[in-house]
Structures are given as C-alpha cells and as structure tokens.
C-alpha cells in the first residue's frame, strides 16, 4: 500500500452501489461520494474542471442509466449517461492517470449460450440499454490501460428500486404474484459486490508490479428464474402468497432480454482466489441486517 491513503472518487453516490457503500467501513480508505448533483459525469467542462481541482487514485463509477425497459425510448438520456458521462471519465482517468472502475452488466450477452458466460465470450446485446453498456466498455477500452471493468447482475439492496423490494411491495396488495419464469440469471446482493470491489483495489495497490486490469465478471454464485428468486424471497420474508410462473412475452412486449444470462466466475477464482457466496446466503443476509 501507498503511505497515503487510497483516495477514491465514488460517482453516482445515490446509486444501489453508492449507498451500500456508504454503510459499510473502510477506513483505511479516503472516499469522495458525488452525485449527478454534485458531479455530473454528463457536463464534459465539469468534469475536466473538476479534476483539474481534485486528484485521485481511483473513480469507481457507479453512475448509469438502469432502466431496462425505459432506455429504448428514451435512447438520448440513456446514452448521456452511459456512454458520453463514460467517455468524460475515461478521458480525464488518461489525463489524469488514475484507475477508472466502471460496472457492466450481463445485458451485453445475448442469452443463447445455455451455459455461463466468461468474459472473453461474443457480446451481442439484444436491448438499447445493453447496447448502451457495451458502447461504455468500449470507450474505456479504447482510452485507457489502467481500467477494471466489472459486469455484474440482477442487483438488489436495501436501497432505491429493485427487484427484491418490488416483489415485497406487491405482495403486501397481491395474494398471487406474477414473475417470469423463462429467464434464467444470478442475484447479486449490492455489499457483495462492494466487498469485491474494495477486494480489487486493495489487491491492485499491494501487487503493483502485477497487471490485473481488464474486465471481470462478478456476481453471487448459482442461478435461478425470476420466479424462483421470487420464491426465495418470499420464504425467507416468511409471507405465504402463491406466485404464478409466467413467460416473459407476457411480461414486457416492448424489450428483449436475454433468456439466461448468469455470469461465470471463473476468472476471478483463478486470477484473485476469490470466491462470491452463493445467492441464496447473501438473500439472508438481506433479510438479516
């Protein structure tokens, strides 16, 4: 480790990612939390002034446009954010020279593999905000050497919108609940991947003759259907409603999404050691703190 403590740049503080963050303790590290508020990775004067003002080791970006279904109309704010707020990153990381650590998704994939995808596997994206990521990734690739990209899936906190605390809500007004049951992927509990995000940079800042940038996949272990994750969900929140299994085409005409997307984490394993809990644990965990 440095003599100084690692100085960190959070973008998109009031994100899933940004507030689990902000819970967890990290002493050893100097973290500065910005929202679009605060910082908007969009305003390409802003954010060069910004940094011209502020030094960094690291921006963890963890500012996106999220909303699957909204993207494909909504095409130019999502492109805003996650290509254009991306390129303003990946050139001040460049002139700069700090790691840029920007988080992808399995979105990028287009579900026809039937077995879990690596990172070196064919990107082909079947929705706007899928193609949206994968445009980010490339922006980074194209400017930069120090980078960790990381692609993740179906996250879930405490915090903000997202499945776990929609599938509650509805059950408080909805004896039988509807969820999809031909899309196959894996939860991913927002302090988990926090965990490993720490994990990376740590790691990186002891070893700094080993080159560990690139992209990697991270998410809890194992899989499941919206419908079974649901279940689980349930269970563990010890409420008794039926839920119903039902296809996606009776879901969401409008947006394609890719029919089993879970994420092999094999990489991280080989590379780091590192080996995610499986989804079911960290749901507890959910439930338990």
């Not at 993207?71 to 991306?86: D, I, S, Y």
Request: include cysteine.
């Amino acid at each position: 480790m440095k003599d100084h403590k690692v100085k960190i740049l959070v973008t998109g503080a009031e994100s899933q990612l940004g507030k689990s963050l902000r819970m967890m303790s990290y002493p050893d590290l100097n973290l500065t939390f910005k929202s679009k508020y605060t910082l908007d990775i969009t305003d390409k004067k802003e954010v060069k002034q910004f940094f011209k003002e502020n030094n960094f080791d690291y921006c963890l970006n963890f500012a996106a446009y999220t909303n699957v279904t909204q993207a494909e109309t909504e095409q130019k704010t999502c492109l805003k954010v996650n290509v254009k707020g991306v390129a303003n990153l990946a050139k001040a990381a460049k002139k700069h020279d700090f790691t840029l650590i920007h988080i992808s998704t399995d979105y990028v994939f287009d579900g026809n593999k039937n077995a879990p995808y690596s990172e070196e596997d064919e990107i082909n994206p079947l929705n706007f905000y899928g193609i949206s990521k994968f445009m980010g990734e490339e922006i980074i690739r194209h400017y930069l050497k120090k980078y960790l990209i990381v692609r993740t899936s179906w996250l879930y906190s405490k915090f903000n919108r997202n499945f776990v605390k929609t599938v509650l809500e509805l059950s408080k007004t909805q004896k039988k609940l509807k969820l999809v049951n031909d899309q196959t992927g894996t939860p991913t509990y927002a302090p988990d991947l926090v965990e490993f995000l720490m994990f990376l940079i740590t790691t990186n800042e002891a070893n700094p003759k080993k080159n560990y940038y690139g992209t990697y996949h991270f998410s809890n272990e194992g899989e499941a259907t919206w419908y079974r994750f649901g279940q689980k969900i349930l269970s563990l929140a010890g409420i008794d409603n039926k839920i119903k299994p039902i296809d996606s085409s009776r879901f969401d005409k409008h947006v394609a999404r890719p029919a089993y997307s879970v994420l092999s984490k094999k990489k991280i394993k080989e590379v780091f050691g590192y080996k995610p809990r499986k989804w079911e644990k960290a749901l507890k965990d959910f439930f338990n703190h």
